[in-house]
């Protein structure tokens, strides 16, 4: 085989398990970026493990990137593992992962490569003591001796942006064994449409507009996407206009909340934010 073809067929592999083009990898954390401005994620809920099929995409093994091959392992059970997390946000946020879901840089998720997927881990920064859990869905990273890429979410929570990696150790949950009891639970159900926030909810808030037909046009397209959820339209006068509010909910947290953020965000509402 010629050295141009192997290098073609190299560059396939990366862009089919990584979802990118650059040269250096889509996991170089260094060509990555977080949001445009700052967004609260101290309330996005860890993930909740359950028990899931392997995903029908990113189980190949062996697999090779770079040259180097990959295993997948048969089960998680047992893994526990040191090292350096990074973490990759708004350059990949709505592009395929490797088990064909979508990227979503707000929920609690991760790329591995070798663990299946999905899978579920628990994640401790050993510099701060601080932890999430993170579903796995994804492969990498496969940049300098990483062993975990994180969502943008799950590395703010572990207070690793501003230094971009951090010390780790990464071990999997058995989500057979996992105990639910400590889980909170969505609340779904459809509310009366009211102009005022209702005590004691948590509402999805996914804009805020100047002009109140475009906010009736989202609160429309994003009923209709969202059945069982009330979308209300919150108006909030300042001194010189009328911002009108569009706000999904009532929720509460759990692992049902960032599928929530992932359908608001495919509807090209890119930045919903838990308010009271």
Known sequence: MS??????????????L???????????????????????????????????AKSRGGNKSPYTVLGK??????????????????WYGKKFHGHKTSNGETYNMYAMSAAHKSLPLPSYVQVTNLKNGRQVIV??????????GRIID???AA??????????????EVEAIDPSRWSTSTAAVVSAAPAPTTATPSEGARYLQ????????????????????????????????????????????????NANLAELVSRIEAAGYLQPHLVD
């Open 3 to 16: 050295r141009v073809i192997h290098n073609l067929l190299v560059l396939t592999m990366v862009a089919l």
């Open 18 to 52: 990584a979802g990118c083009s650059s040269t250096g990898g889509r996991y170089s954390v260094d060509q990555d970026y977080g949001p445009s401005s700052n967004v609260d994620v101290s309330n996005v809920p860890n993930a909740v493990p359950r028990v899931e």
């Open 69 to 86: 091959t990959y295993h997948v392992m048969a089960s998680g059970n047992g893994y526990k593992e040191r090292g350096v997390a990074s």
């Open 135 to 144: 579903r796995v869905n994804d492969r990498g990273p496969f940049h300098g």
């Open 150 to 152: 994180l969502s943008y």
């Open 155 to 168: 590395a703010s929570k572990l207070d690793m942006l501003g230094q971009g990696t951090a010390n780790v």
């Open 206 to 253: 996914v804009g805020a507009f100047s002009l109140e037909t475009t906010a009736l046009d989202a609160q429309q397209q994003l009923q209709t996407m969202l059945p069982g959820y009330q979308v209300r339209i919150v108006p909030l006068q300042r001194s010189d206009r009328t911002l009108y509010r569009v706000q999904v909910g009532p929720v509460l947290l």
